[in-house]
């Protein structure tokens, strides 16, 4: 799926609206996760703090009514595109690192990283921990050799 005009104009107001609500201060907030949660057949897309208090919510009507079975993969990687995009906007969080942003669907299951940021690393593709499996194995095996 590639986002249309429209969908990258309110992904953006998406963003700035979780930036007013945490501006850049000397006191920063306590939160370690923005869950996005993504409603496939309202194409509604919402944020939330750790404690479940609803920060924003806007409606992608792209998304609206959108029957594809791959339909959160897709989502991830609009959101994963746009919100490197609007890096410089989402590093200016009055939260406190590291802190990342989540996509979840519409039953609060985690679908994967979007954006996650601490003091000197941003990464804004991929989860963190991907192939960490693989690489532990594969120690695990070298190790076993000798």
């Known amino acids: 799926m590639k986002a249309t005009e429209q969908t990258q104009q309110q992904i953006e107001r998406f963003v700035n609206k979780i930036a007013q609500k945490f501006p850049k201060s000397d006191e920063m907030s306590m939160l370690t996760d923005i869950h996005v949660r993504v409603f496939q057949d309202s194409g ?22 959108n029957k594809d079975e791959d339909f959160y ?10 919100f490197k995009r609007l890096r410089k906007t989402i590093d200016e969080f009055g939260i406190l690192k590291p802190y990342s ?15 996650l940021a ?10 963190l921990m991907e192939g960490l499996d693989k690489e532990l194995d594969d120690f695990f095996n070298e190790l076993m050799k000798k």
């Open 73 to 82: 993969d897709q989502v991830l990687l609009v959101l994963r595109n746009q």
């Open 101 to 115: 942003l989540v996509l979840e669907n519409d039953d609060r299951e985690h679908m994967g990283e979007l954006y």
């Open 44 to 65: 509604e897309m919402m944020a939330f703090d750790d404690d479940e208090t609803e920060i924003t919510r806007c409606v992608v009507e792209q998304w609206i009514d």
């Open 118 to 127: 601490d003091d000197d690393t941003i990464i804004v593709s991929g989860d």
